[in-house]
């Protein structure tokens, strides 16, 4: 099974900006792993925030984007507001979307 | 709006069999691919498996000898059963669509 790699931690300052990245064992991530971000609060459920690399959703606030970068998924936060520190979990599907993995997540903090 | 909920014991004893149901509230399980997630305490989510409504499945290779996900158009549920549970399967187990839709989790620990 492949293994999804993210920065284990990352620290932004208030109205910083900051890419979170998301890579993959069995080499280069492209738009056909279809990269999926969620976000989870302490205590929280987790929530979607990018899909299939670049759409957000409603709720997503617009400092928030999706982006393939180095071979990598990346999500980047232009603008960082101390209500975005949290764990980010990035996901990659293969064969088709018939095995799906998450990422270890990376912890964001505000400082 | 479409929401999820979790229901199921809170507690299983070592050996015996996990099973959860998720129901989808405005009834549009058609369609779509419904998975399960679950989040060790302290520790980073994983992917369990998913379900087309159609019935077909995939599984996280390394649970696939104790999964089922199974489906009810009719309730428009999908469920999980995990057998031969061991302290291991300890985690809050989430629900989801995963484009947009989590449930709130429910957590199930296992323990004599």
Same mark, same amino acid.
């Given at each position: 099974?492949?293994?999804?790699?993210?920065?284990?931690?990352?620290?932004?300052?208030?109205?910083?900006?900051?890419?979170?990245?998301?890579?993959?064992?069995?080499?280069?991530?492209?738009?056909?792993?279809?990269?999926?971000?969620?976000?989870?609060?302490?205590?929280?459920?987790?929530?979607?925030?990018?899909?299939?690399?670049?759409?957000?959703?409603?709720?997503?606030?617009?400092?928030?984007?999706?982006?393939?970068?180095?071979?990598?998924?990346?999500?980047?936060?232009?603008?960082?507001?101390?209500?975005?520190?949290?764990?980010?979990?990035?996901?990659?599907?293969?064969?088709?979307?018939?095995?799906?993995?998450?990422?270890?997540?990376?912890?964001?903090?505000?400082? | 709006?479409?929401?999820?909920?979790?229901?199921?014991?809170?507690?299983?004893?070592?050996?015996?069999?996990?099973?959860?149901?998720?129901?989808?509230?405005?009834?549009?399980?058609?369609?779509?691919?419904? &998975?399960?997630?679950?989040?060790?305490?302290?520790?980073?989510?994983?992917?369990?498996?998913?379900?087309?409504? &159609?019935?077909?499945?995939?599984?996280?290779?390394?649970?696939?000898?104790?999964?089922?996900?199974?489906?009810?158009?009719?309730?428009?549920?999908?469920?999980?059963?995990? &057998?031969?549970?061991?302290?291991?399967?300890?985690?809050?187990?989430?629900?989801?669509?995963?484009?947009?839709?989590?449930?709130?989790?429910?957590?199930?620990?296992?323990?004599?």
């Amino acid at each position: 099974q492949a293994v999804v790699t993210q920065e284990p931690s990352l620290t932004v300052s208030p109205g910083g900006t900051v890419t979170l990245t998301c890579g993959s064992s069995t080499g280069a991530v492209t738009s056909n792993h279809y990269p999926y971000w969620f976000q989870q609060k302490p205590g929280q459920a987790p929530r979607t925030l990018i899909y299939d690399t670049t759409n957000k959703h409603s709720w997503t606030p617009a400092r928030f984007s999706g982006s393939l970068l180095g071979g990598k998924a990346a999500l980047t936060l232009s603008g960082a507001q101390p209500e975005d520190e949290a764990e980010y979990y990035c996901l990659l599907s293969y064969s088709g979307a018939r095995s799906v993995v998450f990422g270890g997540g990376t912890k964001l903090t505000v400082l | 709006q479409v929401q999820l909920q979790e229901s199921g014991p809170g507690l299983v004893r070592p050996s015996e069999t996990l099973s959860l149901t998720c129901t989808v509230s405005d009834g549009s399980i058609s369609s779509y691919y419904w &998975s399960w997630i679950r989040q060790p305490p302290g520790k980073g989510l994983e992917w369990i498996g998913y379900i087309h409504y &159609s019935g077909s499945t995939s599984y996280n290779p390394s649970l696939k000898s104790r999964v089922t996900i199974s489906v009810d158009t009719s309730k428009t549920q999908f469920s999980l059963k995990l &057998s031969s549970v061991t302290a291991a399967d300890t985690a809050v187990y989430y629900c989801a669509r995963l484009q947009d839709v989590w449930g709130q989790g429910t957590t199930v620990i296992v323990s004599s």
